[in-house]
């Protein structure tokens, strides 16, 4: 038994190896499943009702694409909009902290100063580095909207044809486990997006009230920031509560501050619990940790990424275990 844990140890070490090196379509796959697995109701319900598959499948990758694309364009013409205000504010934030408490906040952008002798051009080099993330990003885009399209139009063929590589008692193991890993993901996903929904609504319909600055803005990136379990929520949490103490001083802080704990202890107390249920087969402390293991390994898409993909294997784990009779992982 001790030598079957061993090379297994060292097949896991060599996989996250490997997965550490092709990082990006790893990425892609694993997104897009996620995506498939939010929008795989909608194409069933489409299908049975008499609507090819192929047309069912492409209809709904290319309402999810428009929403998203017109969200995230509306949100940065907002932003940038909005940019040299909440610098300004940012800025007056970072000086009042620094001289009342000592605390220093990183720099919001470059003020454009061009200084002292190694020169204010700008270099191909230095031109590079973000050229090569906007490829890589419009890469991993188009890989996952290709890929969440052939997840949904031929997922039962793909499926088929997998389990066709197996036979006997292992075909059924095979097939069980896979259907609990996919059952899980998108039920936790899609629960996901109803805290998320949450989150955002009730924090940014505070933040209108309370007349902070870009409450909208803060509102959508409360939503993105929620699909990071713990900490997500957090940061977003603080970056509200900073807008506002720049924009209306401490008294305002407090509020949000006050408005986002009540917020998210109502959705982790009573929301999440509801569309949960028994989605998510992880407690507090494997969420946190497939977090913070996905942050260093993948940065936010690890981040993102960990947490579904520890309750897939969870949940797939499980149903293998209770189909073999629950015996004892080692000894007995």
Known sequence: MGGRLLVLAVLLWLLAGFAVKVTLPLVAVLIALLVAGILAPLVEWAHGRGAPRWLAAGGAVLLLVGVLGGGLL????????QLPRLREQFQQVSSDLSQ???????????????GGGSGGG????????????????????FLVVALAYLFLHGGPGIWRWLLGKFGGRVREDVDAAGRAAWTTVGGYVRGLTIVAVFDAVGIGVGLLLLGVPLALTLAALQFLASYIPTIGAFVA???????????????????VLGLVVVVQQLGNSFVEPYV????????????????????????????????????????AGHELWVRHGSRPIAGG
């Open 237 to 255: 949490g603080l970056v509200a509560v900073v807008v506002a103490y720049a924009s209306g001083g401490l008294v305002t802080a407090a509020l």
């Open 74 to 81: 509306a949100l940065g013409a907002r932003i940038a909009g």
């Open 100 to 114: 009342r408490f000592g605390v220093e906040l990183p720099s919001f952008g470059s003020s454009g100063g061009g």
């Open 276 to 315: 949960m249920r028994n989605r998510l087969p992880l407690n507090a402390v494997t969420v946190l940790i497939a977090v913070t293991v996905g942050g260093v390994l993948w940065g936010i898409a690890g981040a993102l990424l960990f947490v579904p993909l520890a309750a897939a294997i969870s949940a």
């Open 122 to 141: 700008t270099s191909a080099g230095d031109l590079l580095g973000p050229a090569r993330t906007v490829v890589e990003v419009v890469i991993a885009a």
